[in-house]
T-cell receptor, first 116, second 118 residues
Framework: QKEVEQNSGPLSVPEGAIASLNCTYS??????FFWYRQYSGKSPELIMS????GDKEDGRFTAQLNKASQYVSLLIRDSQPSDSATYLCAVNEANAGGTSYGKLTFGQGTILTVHP | DTEVTQTPKHLVMGMTNKKSLKCEQH?????MYWYKQKAKKPPELMFVYSYEKLSINESVPSRFSPECPNSSLLNLHLHALQPEDSALYLCASSQEVGRGRSGANVLTFGAGSRLTVL
């Protein structure tokens, strides 16, 4: 069973601070990594996808991937109260050739609270 | 149209009832998924359809029966459910299954159907 582990949280940061969310995964051949945000009672929505080692920035969000360490992170700069949600790290399982099975495995999620 | 539409939003059923959850997308996606999410837990994969064929069944009990009538529609038929099956059922779609490093496997989720089994 492939595993995806996240900080158990909850994580509380003041408005305007940087929130740092971390995730490790067990499947060495995984090729696709995602961060989803889920507000209470709502469905997950995609924040970032990342496929190559290094950083990927989109507005206030930066995803970082290190395949050698099997580690992916999400930084949220200038955190806002509206960022308060559960953040789910997700990894797409793949075979040795990099072909996806279509199975996205989620971590347990980190609850982020941004207080004014 | 970038939405996945699920109906009904809420469903309450008895253990002897038969009901169905419906999911529709018009993004031209060829892969569709059912996930189950219990409170304070992550979504868990139930089924994957790729080009209208069932490609993954995560050992789901037979009281859940998926159906993919065409590339835009996905149903989940429910029969003789148990109270522990109460959960949020999420439908999702992606362009396709199989490309390891591309946006083709990005999932778009519907709003979910919240099921309560009495």
């Amino acid at each position: 069973q492939k595993e995806v582990e996240q900080n158990s949280g909850p994580l509380s940061v003041p408005e305007g601070a940087i929130a740092s969310l971390n995730c490790t995964y067990s499947d060495r051949v995984s090729q696709s990594f995602f961060w989803y945000r889920q507000y209470s009672g709502k469905s997950p929505e995609l924040i970032m996808s990342i496929y190559s080692n290094g950083d990927k920035e989109d507005g206030r969000f930066t995803a970082q991937l290190n395949k050698a360490s099997q580690y992916v992170s999400l930084l949220i700069r200038d955190s806002q109260p509206s960022d308060s949600a559960t953040y789910l790290c997700a990894v797409n399982e793949a075979n040795a050739g990099g072909t996806s099975y279509g199975k996205l495995t989620f971590g347990q999620g980190t609850i982020l609270t941004v207080h004014p | 149209d970038t939405e996945v539409t699920q109906t009904p939003k809420h469903l309450v059923m008895g253990m002897t009832n038969k009901k169905s959850l419906k999911c529709e997308q018009h993004m031209g996606h060829r892969a569709m998924y059912w996930y189950k999410q219990k409170a304070k837990k992550p979504p868990e994969l139930m089924f994957v359809y790729s080009y209208e064929k069932l490609s993954i069944n995560e050992s789901v009990p037979s009281r859940f029966s998926p159906e993919c009538p065409n590339s835009s529609l996905l149903n989940l038929h429910l029969h003789a459910l148990q109270p522990e099956d109460s959960a949020l059922y999420l439908c999702a779609s992606s362009q396709e299954v199989g490309r390891g490093r591309s946006g083709a496997n990005v999932l778009t989720f519907g709003a979910g159907s919240r099921l309560t089994v009495l």
